[in-house]
Each structure stands twice: as C-alpha cells, then as structure tokens.
Nanobody, 120 residues
Framework: QVRLVESGGGSVQSGDSPTLSCVAS?????MAWFRQAPGSERKFLGY????????YYATGIEGRFTISRDVANNILYLQLNKVRPEDTAVYYC????????????????WGQGTQVTVSS
C-alpha cells in the first residue's frame, strides 16, 4: 500500500507563492493534486506521470499553479503562484499505479491533505 504525506500548507498572505510537497512511499505511474474548499467538492488540479511530457493541468490552472516531480525521491510538488483568498482549501495528493486522469475515483491512494489559508 502506497503512503502519501503532504506538507507545506499553512497561513499565507495574498500574493505569496507557497510550495506544497507530497512524499510517496514508493514510485507510482501517476501522482496528482486536488483541492477541496469548504462546502465544495474535491477539484482536480493536475497530474504528473512518469513520461517526459507527462504534466497535465485542469482548465484554468496552468500558469497559476506549477506541478513538478522528483521521480528519484518520489516527491510531487505544487507551487501556488500569487495565491488569492479563493485558493483557501485543503490540498490533497493522490496516486494511481497505472494511469492518470482527472477523476478522483481513479486514484488508489490519498494523502491526509494539507490546509492552505490565504488572507487578504
């Protein structure tokens, strides 16, 4: 069973660019980021698979957030660029053994989430 541990959340100011990390206990083909704001459904942000061109962002995310992956150390990153109060949410890392997509139900393993709170 893969284990995922997120870190890097906390209270930040509007305009900050924090970076979240997700460390996996073992390598999987796909690692992805989701977030869930209070009272909202969990929303797909993007994924990074093991292919050289394997980064995919949800519509409206590319340019605001940057996903990268340290394959050798099984770490997935999410840089939040110039955050706004509406970026306040719990950010989750997820992994899938064999394929990537935007459907949360396709992911085998989830981290515990890391809270990001953006104040204006």
């Amino acid at each position: 069973q893969v284990r995922l541990v997120e870190s890097g959340g906390g209270s930040v100011q509007s305009g900050d660019s924090p970076t979240l990390s997700c460390v996996a206990s073992e390598r999987t083909f796909c690692m992805a980021w989701f977030r869930q704001a209070p009272g909202s459904e969990r929303k797909f942000l993007g994924y990074r698979n093991l292919r050289p061109d394997g980064t995919y962002y949800a519509t409206g995310i590319e340019g605001r957030f940057t996903i990268s992956r340290d394959v050798a150390n099984n770490i997935l990153y999410l840089q939040l660029n110039k955050v706004r109060p509406e970026d306040t949410a719990v950010y989750y890392c997820a992994s899938a053994l064999n394929y990537c997509n935007a459907n949360a139900g396709s992911y085998d393993t989830w981290g515990q989430g890391t809270q990001v709170t953006v104040s204006s």
